[in-house]
Each structure stands twice: as C-alpha cells, then as structure tokens.
C-alpha cells in the first residue's frame, strides 16, 4: 500500500515565518487559506477580479495581484480552475519563481499531462484533498480532517515532503491522513471517476428511471423513488461511513435479500471493459490532449452537449417531480 501519513508525521512549523500565497479565491481557495491561516502560518492571497478582492479582503487577508503575491511568497498554492492553470502560470506565476520556492496544486492534471512545465530549482509538490471546499473548511473547524492524495514531483531544496505534509496538516488533512502518490496517478484517479465511474452510475440511473416510466408508474414517483428522497444518497454516505457490507445491516432483511440474489444478474463484461478503455484513454493523454484542443477551439462540443442537457427528457422529469413535491 502507498504510504500514509497523518497528523503525526506532519510539522506545520517547517513553514512558520515563511510567506504562503494562495492564488484564487474561489471553492478551495477560501478555504484552504482560512485553514492555513487559523494553523498559525502567514497566508496572502493572489486574485484578479474586484468581487473576490473583496471577500479577501473582507476575510482579513492582504489581497494582491497574482504576479505580486507569487513574488511575495515562499509557497504559491494555485487554487483556480485547471483549465486557466497553464496561462496564468506563464504570464504571471512563473517570473516571481526564484529558486528554492515552492509551488503547490491542488490537481495533478497540468504537470501529469505536461500542459505546465515548471522550471527547475524549485519544489513542485500536490495536496489534492478529497473534499470540496465548503467540507474543507467545515471538517477543520470540526477537528474532523479529511483525506487528501500528496505527491512530490519535483525536490530542488530536498524539504518537498516536508513542506507537502505542512500544508496537508496546515489545511487540516493529516488529522484524517494524506496517501503518497504521483502526480498522474491523482490525476488519472480523478478524471476516471469522472468519466467512468459517473457516467456509467448516471447510465444505470437513466435506464432505471425509463424501466419504471415504461411500465406504466408516474415518472415523479420514480424519481422521488430513485434519486430525489435522498435516501440512495443516504445509504451511498453509509456505504463511505460504514463499509460496503457493514451498511447493509442498516436495511431489511427482504431488501438485502433481494438486492444480494438479484445483484449478480448486473454484472456485465462490457462495463469493465469500457471502463478500462476509458482508463486507457486518460493514462495515455489522448483525452488531456482532445481537452485542450476542445479549450483552443472555444469549447464548440462542450456548448453543444450543455444545449443537449436542456432538451434531455430527465431536465422536464427533473422539474415536475420538484414541482410536486416542492423540493428546490
Ligand atoms: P474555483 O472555480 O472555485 O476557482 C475560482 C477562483 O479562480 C476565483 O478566485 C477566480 O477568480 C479564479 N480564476 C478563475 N479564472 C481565472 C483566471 N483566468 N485568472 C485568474 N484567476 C482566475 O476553483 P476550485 O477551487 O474548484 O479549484 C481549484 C483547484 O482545486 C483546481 O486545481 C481543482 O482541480 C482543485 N480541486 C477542487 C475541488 C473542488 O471541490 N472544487 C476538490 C479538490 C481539488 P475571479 O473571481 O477573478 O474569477
């Protein structure tokens, strides 16, 4: 197994005194910075817009543009889309990076898939929680912690793990535990729950939906049935919180029944072989490099499937089943 380090393993003093710029202010970046500043380190923030100069501002932090607040810094964590990451690096990142800096991600998608190539003679180093921003923030302030993956990619001043575990344990991560990877392996992590696990799980909801609708029952009721009492999601959050099978005790004894005899009737060879196709794609870079073709071009596919979504039958089943029972 990779290695895990936790709250133990970590000394958030390494960065005492030393300057950490978070860049963005947005669902990680708010909090990260808030976490990292209440860990007792020294935090500045770098943005561009007014709106969110102001809520930085507002937090109590000392707000700069970008390019200063990287000069400024000893450690520059970059906390805006991925999309961005590789010009706003160029053009304003990169000139405030001397040597022995260090420069944080919370995504290893621009280094794995070399969209980004940081100079030498600086540390490149990944804290990608496991959380999105609002439980960041949440589980650090309920002492709580959260997992996240590490990685060190490039080590210039030899201290890369050391300052990694300070920021993992400074935005609160090692109370939980943070597991050593590489930068394309949380990379490729995340781009396969994204484009195969979630799809093939919104693949199964679709057709369970239709095979209710076909059979003649109210599509509200499939909806509010399947998706919208919550309750799936509940038992989802269960299955994290207790284990897979452990849960299961939480459901009658008609329900494990039929869910264990009927389970192995869904087992099908050809998801796990589009499932590894899938994998393939990302790990060999050919879907980062149909992605940045697609942002080159102006995101023609992109607005077209968004237009698709509103035409999709599930957005109108979506909005009746929310009327009837006044959800949202
Ligand atoms: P957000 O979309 O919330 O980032 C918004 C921030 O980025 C704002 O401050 C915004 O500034 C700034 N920004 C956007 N475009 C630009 C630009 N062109 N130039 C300068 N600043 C810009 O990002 P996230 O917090 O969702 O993601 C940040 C990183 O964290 C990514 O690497 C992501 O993969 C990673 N991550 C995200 C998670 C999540 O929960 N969302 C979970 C784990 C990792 P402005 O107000 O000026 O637009």
Redesign the pocket.
């Known amino acids: 197994m990779a290695r895990v380090y936790y709250d133990n393993d970590a000394d958030v003093d390494f960065l005492k005194g030393k300057t950490v710029a978070v860049i ?6 708010r909090a990260q910075a808030l976490n990292l500043r209440d860990s007792g380190l020294k935090v500045i923030v770098g ?3 007014d ?2 100069r102001e809520q930085a501002r507002a937090d109590g932090f000392a707000v700069f543009p ?1 390019e200063e607040a990287a000069r400024k810094a000893r450690v520059v964590m ?5 999309e ?2 590789p ?2 690096f160029r053009a304003q990142v990169l000139p405030g990076m001397s040597h022995g800096k260090c420069l944080c ?3 290893g ?1 621009n280094v794995a898939f070399k969209l980004l190539e940081p100079p030498k003679g600086i540390d490149v180093v990944l804290v ?2 496991r ?3 609002a439980g960041v923030r949440q589980r650090y302030l309920e002492a709580k912690g959260f997992p996240s993956f590490i990685a060190v990619h490039q080590d210039a001043t030899g201290n890369g793990l050391k300052t990694t575990l300070a920021i993992a344990k400074g935005i609160g991560s090692t109370r939980r535990g943070v597991m050593l990877l590489t930068f394309a392996q949380e990379a490729e992590l995340d781009l396969f729950t994204e484009q195969a696990f979630g799809p093939a799980f919104g693949q199964v909801l679709l057709s369970a939906i239709q095979t209710l609708v076909d059979a003649g029952y109210p599509v509200e009721a499939a909806m509010v049935e399947l998706i919208l009492s919550g309750e799936f999601a509940y038992s989802m959050g269960k299955i994290a919180e207790m284990g897979f099978f452990p849960q299961m005790e939480l459901h009658s004894h008609t329900s494990q029944y039929g869910s264990m005899t009927r389970s192995v009737r869904f087992m099908d060879p050809k998801t796990s072989e589009t499932m590894r196709q899938v994998l393939q794609e990302i790990r060999s870079g050919a879907f980062a490099r149909e992605w940045d073709a697609e942002l080159k071009a102006g995101l023609p596919v992109f607005n077209q499937i968004r237009e698709m979504r509103n035409v999709h039958p599930i957005a109108e089943w979506d909005r009746k089943t929310r009327n009837a029972f006044r959800i949202g």
């Open positions: 963005g202010y947005g669902n990680q970046g943005v561009r817009a709106e969110t970008i970059f906390l805006i889309p991925d961005v990451v010009e706003v991600f919370a995504s998608y990608a929680p959380m999105i921003g």
